[in-house]
């Protein structure tokens, strides 16, 4: 994968600022430190965080029992695998590679980034046609990571910065 900021650095402070924060935005961010210190999410939490990320999806993550949610998200906070820590999470009913990456962008104690199609146009990339897959997700991780150092922000500041640059700027059906 060939990514590239299609604004300069330097704005990447500025974009995230103009991050409009949402009701909903606190509740992830309240969860985060608990979920990182257990090492699991509680079904409640988990379905909070797929609410967050698309709420489309909720009668599948509620059909998940608590039991189920809690093995595979201690399994994938757990995991020394990236390609088992996110993929595991596709196991939960109503969960797709753009809702993992949220469960490992607040749950996890590394960063990662969070897989949404306006942050991958920010970085000159579209969704692939085949959809998401490891290579990509890793490509996208190493990317974001060495960003976010060589910048000197948290993977959280640079998710609000690519959203909203894209939110503003991508052309419809782009």
């Not at 201690?74 to 695998?81: C, E, G, K, Q, R």
């Not at 996110?86 to 109503?94: C, H, N």
């Amino acid at each position: 994968m060939d990514f590239k900021l299609r604004f300069p650095r330097r704005d990447i402070g500025k974009w995230a600022e103009r991050y409009a924060f949402g009701p909903g935005d606190a509740a992830p961010l309240a969860l985060a430190p608990t979920i990182q210190k257990r090492g699991f999410l509680k079904k409640a939490e988990f379905v909070a965080l797929s609410r967050w990320k698309t709420p489309r999806t909720q009668k599948r993550c509620a059909a998940n029992s608590a039991e189920f949610v809690k093995v595979v998200t201690a399994t994938s906070l757990s995991s020394s695998d990236e390609r088992l820590r996110i993929e595991v999470l596709t196991l939960l009913s109503g969960v797709q590679w753009p809702t993992a990456s949220v469960i490992l962008h607040f749950g996890a104690r590394t960063q990662y980034p969070i897989l949404d199609f306006r942050a991958l146009w920010s970085l000159s990339c579209g969704v692939p046609e085949g959809g998401y897959d490891f290579d990509l997700w890793w490509a996208y991780c190493e990317f974001t990571r060495s960003l976010a150092r060589q910048t000197d922000v948290s993977m959280r500041v640079l998710d609000r910065a690519l959203w909203q640059f894209s939110k503003e700027r991508q052309p419809v059906g782009a």
